[in-house]
């Protein structure tokens, strides 16, 4: 968390509300569930499942670049060693009521399916001044960190304005887990190589992703970085009815904003899960 926060921020200021650890038992198991399965597909078709190929293709140089700068990601962590199917921590920002659901129930149950730039599916990144347009304005801003399956990626090059290459709100290509790709501040795909760049990561099943963190973010400090870091951004359709929101925002009311972490509190979810007899644990870190 520290690195995804605090040393990617660059000596800007994020100031953080409330932490919440989160863990729900059954998303941790269709999380375990999916990484051995793929393990197992891996060892028994790659050539059907983890696919490449994108080599030799004109943009090679670019794409091998893209796959460099993701292996470096992974590597960063040491629970990945010798792993065939790596985890990494990857950001997703939203309101504070829909980060509420998706930790309750997943990302699938939202219908949050966002049709990008570069493919459909459920976007992440590992910059949280890079998502600030998904959650900077929110009227309850909150960071989700995630723990995530990319599997074997797809390293996009395509523009998303080109006509005759683009993965605009198309699926993830076939022998692919997910798409991944270096960006500029404006979200637009990197046309060269470059040393300051941004990533966004593209997966199109829940049970690629758990939840592990919520975090609430005061709002003085998201307007302090706003005007550097907003863009046009296509927001994904969330089936989130209002009366949920309202529901949600009822439970968790805003606090006044806290710039210290001094006080850990325990408590379980609020809500009944008719598919698990093991409710979600949530501990909140002010």
Same mark, same amino acid.
């Given at each position: ?14 100031? #953080?509300?409330?932490?919440? +650890? /989160? ?5 941790? %198991?269709?999380? @375990? ?109 909150? #960071?989700?960190?995630?723990? +995530? /399956? ?5 390293? %996009?090059?395509? @523009? ?127």
């Amino acid at each position: 968390m520290n690195f995804l926060l605090y040393k990617n921020l660059h000596g800007e200021t994020l100031v #953080i509300d409330k932490a919440h +650890l /989160i863990y729900n038992p059954l998303l941790a %198991v269709n999380f @375990s569930n999916y990484k051995q399965i793929l393990e197992k597909r891996y060892k028994s078709d790659p050539n059907l499942f983890k696919k490449k190929n994108w080599k030799g293709g004109d943009k090679n140089y670019l794409c091998e670049w893209i796959e460099k700068g993701y292996l470096e990601k992974v590597n960063r962590y040491h629970w990945n060693q010798d792993a065939s199917v790596p985890i990494i921590p990857a950001l997703h920002g939203t309101d504070e009521s829909i980060a509420w659901k998706i930790c309750s129930s997943g990302f699938a149950t939202l219908a949050i399916l966002d049709s990008g730039w570069y493919g459909a599916g459920i976007y992440f990144t590992s910059d949280a001044r890079y998502a600030i347009p998904y959650y900077g304005t929110k009227k309850h801003p909150c #960071i989700l960190i995630t723990m +995530l /399956i990319p599997g074997n990626i797809y390293p %996009v090059s395509e @523009s998303h304005k080109s006509s005759s290459d683009t993965l605009m709100g198309k699926p993830i290509p076939a022998g692919y887990q997910s798409c991944y790709v270096h960006t500029m501040r404006d979200g637009i795909v990197c046309p060269e190589i470059d040393n300051e760049f941004y990533d966004e990561i593209v997966i199109n099943q829940e049970a690629q992703v758990v939840p592990v963190f919520l975090l609430t973010i005061t709002y003085e400090s998201i307007m302090a970085l706003k005007e550097r870091w907003d863009r046009v951004v296509q927001e994904p359709k969330a089936g989130i009815r209002a009366s949920d929101r309202t529901t949600k925002e009822s439970r968790k009311p805003t606090r006044e904003p806290s710039t210290r972490i001094n006080e850990i509190e325990m408590h379980n979810q609020d809500e009944e899960d008719s598919s698990s007899s093991q409710e979600p644990t949530y501990s909140a870190i002010e």
